[in-house]
């Protein structure tokens, strides 16, 4: 290789590549600095660079924000319903409180009331000697026609001692313990009173029915055909029982028709005690002999 071969051959593999880099380097810095300038003299009547990315970026960014927009619409929405579900269940807690307020308020009143009128009892039945008890027992159905009292045998009280309350006469004592007792009421299946109308005096017979029990109706029967239970529909235990003392309210006549051979009547009575609740009773201590003699 001569000499002109030798600077040919680093010509082209050092100085033109390097010079080739470099050229292009500067065309392209070159081209740039051309085109703000031109971009920077026109920029009112043509499309910039900012522009075009403008046209590029806006939209995305359009696209973001209502993204992130529904996102948090979204999560706000979330957080509204579940504070809304938080709310309801402390409503729903508070209004189940108010109602067993309410429930035990309403009971409180029943039980007023119902002090009060055994208060108002014992007061017109004053020559008897009478004792308050609280029922401590009764049985499943609805109806009581058995129940058990927190009172016996150590506070005077024995078999077949009336049984009332403020609105009437409910039933009798049909067994005794040292410290309770058994109430059979007047509405039991079989159990016969004897009655009388609270004005005219006319004597007939009230029976417990099975089938009238749950509408707290007894059975009227043997009423003569002259007595007036439409006019005195009023019914009391008579003189002649033999176990339940006189004058006592046993309720009121709802029906009564005539007989075939028209000389008796019978008919249906409502008792003026509601036998669905009795929480509170007084047992009448003076026995029917003891207060005839």
């Not at 429930?103 to 009892?121: H, I």
């Not at 029922?135 to 077949?160: H, Q, Y």
């Not at 005195?232 to 051979?261: H, W």
Request: charged share 25%; net charge negative.
């Amino acid at each position: 290789m001569n000499f002109f071969d030798s600077i040919k051959f680093f010509w082209n593999n050092h100085i033109r590549r390097k010079l080739t880099s470099t050229l292009m380097l500067f065309v392209v810095v070159g081209l740039c600095l051309i085109s703000l300038v031109y971009q920077y003299f026109s920029r009112s009547d043509s499309v910039s660079l900012a522009a075009i990315a403008g046209a590029v970026v806006v939209p995305f960014q359009k696209g973001v924000n209502a993204a992130g927009g529904f996102l948090f619409r979204a999560e706000e929405k979330h957080n509204d319903l579940e504070s809304a579900r938080k709310q309801i269940e402390e409503l729903e807690k508070e209004n189940e409180k108010l109602k067993m307020e309410a429930d035990l308020n309403r009971g409180l009143v029943r039980e007023n009331e119902e002090l009060r009128s055994l208060v108002r009892a014992k007061e017109r039945l004053s020559e008897y000697d009478m004792i308050t008890c609280s029922v401590i027992g009764a049985e499943a159905s609805g109806v009581f026609r058995r129940f058990t009292i927190d009172r016996g045998s150590i506070d005077g009280l024995k078999v077949n001692m009336n049984v009332i309350n403020g609105d009437g006469l409910i039933g009798y004592i049909s067994q005794v313990g040292l410290n309770f007792s058994v109430v059979t009421c007047i509405l039991e299946d079989g159990i016969n009173v004897s009655a009388m109308t609270k004005n005219g005096h006319d004597n007939c017979i009230v029976t417990g029915s099975m089938e009238l029990a749950a509408s707290g109706e007894m059975v009227i029967e043997n009423a003569l055909s002259s007595v007036d239970l439409e006019g005195d529909s009023t019914l009391v235990t008579s003189f002649i029982s033999d176990k339940y003392l006189p004058g006592l309210l046993i309720g009121y006549v709802t029906e009564n028709t005539l007989n075939p051979g028209k000389l008796t009547r019978s008919g249906k009575v409502r008792c003026s005690v509601d036998f669905s609740h009795i929480h509170e009773v007084m047992v009448i201590r003076t026995m029917k002999e003891k207060a005839e003699e």
